[in-house]
């Protein structure tokens, strides 16, 4: 059951405390996130039974956004209030954010030291390894709860299950295409497929699965600032998934349409996200500071962020109807393996904006580090950017 209890408040220095530890070690993503978590609130503080925190793993992996900041907001809120949830969450996310604001500006400076450029080009060689490692770690789960989707009659459930099985594999391949193809559009297609899911389920439409009227300023104008809140939003709010997801929906707004980085600087930009502790929805508040300096990554974070909080704020009591609400759980069906698709397909955009043969080289290693021999995302990305600075040094070529 999730609800707050008659227990006794934990007090708020504890909670930036050791919320605030775990953004400055949380490396490795929401797995790692998870992790921490667990061992913080179950094992070592007993604030939250195990299945207490199980279900809340489940309600957050339902909600737009990323989920492992979301849990973090919500295991501070379950222990300290509103409170509690506002203070945890920005210990969570402040540490990883000055990190990468801080690299941002030595990796995006005018004319970075040659050494720095060749760091950015070997780790971003292995960005399209990851994102494939990303989708290819979520896709079993999925897969299986598509395999034992239940069917209105004991005779009706092989048919069933085989209609489950045949939409992932089309939702998949739309959100591969569709990341591939459509950048800032992705979106449409990722709630396009929940919906149809739902349809396809026969389970009676919700409004809140509507696309939302939002989605017609796709292509707003207005300034700058009003562009990266745009982004941000798109990242923090209408992206299911979490994670690698967001890669095609900023990269086609950052260095296609608005022009505010090379692809270069955008393969810097997830290599930080990835390499730096906290969420990998940092990686927006690189865009913004390309976009903007120091004021645009920090207007592109809060707005990426904001919606994680209200979603908190507002609705953790919610959450045992979350999770029960057939029509939630078909959009989920839906729009999650689009966005595991999404995810597979965004390798192909990164993989494509790479130049030099020695980079493409480097993204065949960390594939073979990552998929068969299951070797860790940090030190992978460490490793190709440790190359990237020997090539550099030796006078290799880098890419533009």
């Known amino acids: 059951m999730l609800g707050v209890d008659d227990s006794p408040p934990v007090g708020l220095r504890t909670v930036l405390k050791e919320w605030g530890r775990i953004g400055c070690t949380g490396f490795g993503g929401p797995p790692a996130h998870i992790a921490l978590l667990r061992q913080l609130c179950v094992e070592r503080r007993g604030w939250l039974d195990d299945t207490e925190f199980e279900d809340a ?74 994102a494939v490692q990303a989708g290819a770690g979520l896709a079993p789960a999925s897969w299986r709860r598509a395999a034992g989707a239940p069917a209105p009659t004991a005779s009706g459930s092989r048919a069933a299950r085989s209609g489950s099985r045949v939409r992932w594999v089309l939702w998949l391949a739309a959100g591969i295409v569709a990341a591939a193809t459509l950048g800032p559009w992705l979106v449409l297609v990722l709630l396009a497929c929940g919906v149809a899911e739902v349809v396809a389920q026969r389970v009676r439409p919700v409004r809140a699965l509507q696309v939302p009227p939002l989605l017609a300023g796709a292509g707003l104008g207005g300034g700058v600032l009003l562009s990266i809140a745009w982004l941000a939003l798109k990242v923090g709010a209408l992206s299911y998934g979490g994670g690698f997801v967001i890669i095609p929906l900023m990269q086609a707004d950052a260095v296609e349409h608005y022009h505010w980085m090379t692809d270069a600087q955008f393969l810097n930009a997830v290599a930080l996200g990835q390499i730096t502790p906290g969420p990998v929805v940092h990686t ?25 909080f209200a979603f908190i704020l507002l609705g953790a009591h919610r959450f045992d109807r979350l999770r029960a609400d057939e029509r939630v759980r078909a959009f989920l069906d839906g729009a999650g393996p689009a966005a595991i698709g999404a995810i597979l397909g965004s390798a192909i955009v990164l993989a494509a904006a790479l130049t030099q043969p020695w980079q493409f080289a480097l993204l065949a290693a960390s594939a073979v580090l990552l998929l068969p021999l299951r070797r860790g995302v940090v030190p992978t990305l460490l490793g190709a950017g440790a190359v990237g600075v020997v090539i550099a040094l030796a006078g290799g070529p880098l890419p533009t």
């Open 284 to 308: 927006v508040a690189v865009v913004g500071y390309a976009a903007a300096g120091i004021g645009g990554g920090l207007l592109a974070s809060v707005v990426a962020f904001g919606p994680s």
């Open 57 to 130: 793993v489940a309600a957050c992996n339902l909600l737009p956004g990323p989920a492992s900041t979301q849990l973090a907001i919500f295991c501070a809120w379950r222990v300290r209030g509103r409170a509690g949830a506002l203070v945890g969450g920005a210990a969570f996310i402040l540490p990883g954010l000055v990190a990468i604001l801080a690299l941002a500006v030595l990796f995006l400076a005018g004319h970075p030291p040659r050494w720095v450029h060749g760091a950015g080009a070997g780790a971003g060689a292995a960005v399209a390894a990851v």
